[in-house]
């Protein structure tokens, strides 16, 4: 006589009773298919190598050894990093696969049972996104009507909830402006004394467009990290980040991070590009140059808003963000809808700066899809 095999219970019962309910709760980071697209929505820089420098790199690849593992703490690259973005002396450099790793490490380093993260909203997700991952709180303050920093609330929230972790954009995502350098300066100062004891990340992903940083800031104050990336400089594929702080910082970051985390080929990659700085340079000055004149064209433009922009990227509002977002997939146009993030952002939408070329196409079809009856 044949037993009968025990009954499984459904696969969703199974993940319930593994998963998290939150995890199970959330959405996965969502990005667009951009396929046939001009793609306009994740703010990388449009340019190639030159083809010399692409058949350099090319050889230079071809001699990494693919059977060994990386050198785990990247010295090498480490070093030229801090040569090449004028680290200050005494301060050490921790390598990440792409900023969002380097976001983890921070969390999971600060994930104390009742620690908070705090930061500007609307801003990176991934700020509150590492957070709730980790088991932190996640508090949110405001900007203020015009998307500038609101100092006072800020201070307060810091008062209130004596957040472990502070993050401040520099230029700020999805919004693109600078924070005033008093109000961020008056929040540094103030995470390190009677109202909390905090450290502040000051992100600056879009530096090489803003020219403005608080890299040479880094020894006035010892609980102060800076975290850039080479991926809006044009180097999006390789995925790598870097933080520079003090090295005790540092030390305890290099704790969490997993080893090997930075590839060989994206260490060769990044290492060549940076002998080469001189052509990512030339690149961002044609790209601010392009902002500025992608600026002023749509300002000109009647119902659109634009907002101040110090990165390579510009934020403008319209009477209806998801029509005209939808009349720009129609002309194979792709952006980013950024209306649904926060009330602030209100029929707002987000487009990347690019070629001349690029930038054309894209004015031509805002500019038919605005006269477009809905």
């Known amino acids: 006589m044949t037993t009968a095999a025990p009954t499984q219970p459904p696969l969703?019962?199974?993940?319930?009773?593994?998963?998290?309910?939150?995890?199970?709760?959330?959405?996965?980071?969502?990005?667009?298919?951009?396929?046939?697209?001009?793609?306009?929505?994740?703010?990388?820089?449009?340019?190639?190598?030159?083809?010399?420098?692409?058949?350099?790199?090319?050889?230079?690849?071809?001699?990494v050894a693919l059977n060994r593992y990386p050198v785990p703490t990247a010295d090498a690259l480490r070093a030229q990093l801090k040569r090449v973005m004028h680290v200050?002396?005494?301060?050490?450099?921790?390598?990440?696969?792409?900023?969002?790793?380097?976001?983890?490490?921070?969390?999971?380093?600060?994930?104390?049972?009742?620690?908070?993260?705090?930061?500007?909203?609307?801003?990176?997700?991934?700020?509150?996104?590492?957070?709730?991952?980790?088991?932190?709180?996640?508090?949110?303050?405001?900007?203020?009507?015009?998307?500038?920093?609101?100092?006072?609330?800020?201070?307060?929230?810091?008062?209130?909830?004596?957040?472990?972790?502070?993050?401040?954009?520099?230029?700020?995502?999805?919004?693109?402006?600078?924070?005033?350098?008093?109000?961020?300066?008056?929040?540094?100062?103030?995470?390190?004394?009677?109202v909390c004891q905090s450290l502040v990340v000051v992100d600056e992903a879009y530096q090489p467009f803003a020219q403005h940083s608080w890299m040479p800031r880094l020894p006035d104050f010892d609980h102060l990290l800076v975290m850039r990336t080479v991926s809006k400089l044009g180097l999006a594929g390789i995925r790598l980040g870097y933080v520079v702080g003090h090295p005790k910082w540092i030390a305890e970051l290099d704790k969490v991070r997993p080893p090997y985390n930075v590839n060989v080929l994206t260490e060769a990659t990044a290492q060549f590009v940076l002998e080469h700085a001189d052509v990512l340079d030339a690149q961002a000055a044609t790209l601010r140059a392009e902002r500025a004149r992608l600026m002023a064209a749509l300002s000109a433009l009647p119902g659109v808003e634009v907002f101040?922009?110090?990165?390579?990227?510009?934020?403008?509002?319209?009477?209806?963000?998801?029509?005209?977002?939808?009349?720009?997939?129609?002309?194979?146009?792709?952006?980013?809808?950024?209306?649904?993030?926060?009330?602030?952002?209100?029929?707002?939408?987000?487009?990347?700066?690019?070629?001349?070329e690029e930038n054309v196409q894209f004015l031509d079809a805002f500019a038919a899809s605005l006269q477009e009856a809905p």
């Open 12 to 63: 969703d019962d199974l993940l319930a009773h593994i998963v998290r309910d939150d995890i199970r709760a959330m959405g996965a980071y969502h990005v667009s298919d951009a396929t046939g697209m001009v793609k306009l929505d994740a703010m990388e820089n449009p340019y190639l190598l030159p083809a010399m420098l692409r058949e350099a790199l090319g050889k230079r690849l071809a001699d």
């Open 88 to 194: 200050p002396a005494g301060s050490e450099v921790l390598l990440g696969n792409g900023s969002d790793e380097i976001i983890s490490l921070i969390a999971i380093a600060a994930a104390k049972p009742g620690a908070t993260v705090l930061a500007p909203v609307p801003g990176f997700v991934m700020y509150a996104m590492s957070a709730q991952l980790m088991g932190l709180n996640f508090i949110g303050v405001p900007l203020k009507a015009d998307l500038t920093l609101d100092r006072e609330a800020m201070l307060a929230a810091m008062a209130q909830h004596q957040p472990a972790v502070i993050y401040l954009a520099y230029p700020n995502n999805p919004t693109g402006n600078l924070f005033d350098a008093a109000d961020m300066e008056a929040i540094v100062r103030a995470a390190r004394g009677p």
């Open 308 to 356: 101040p922009s110090a990165a390579n990227f510009v934020l403008l509002r319209v009477a209806d963000a998801a029509g005209l977002f939808e009349k720009l997939l129609k002309r194979r146009i792709l952006i980013k809808n950024v209306s649904r993030m926060h009330p602030l952002l209100t029929n707002c939408l987000r487009v990347t700066v690019s070629s001349p």
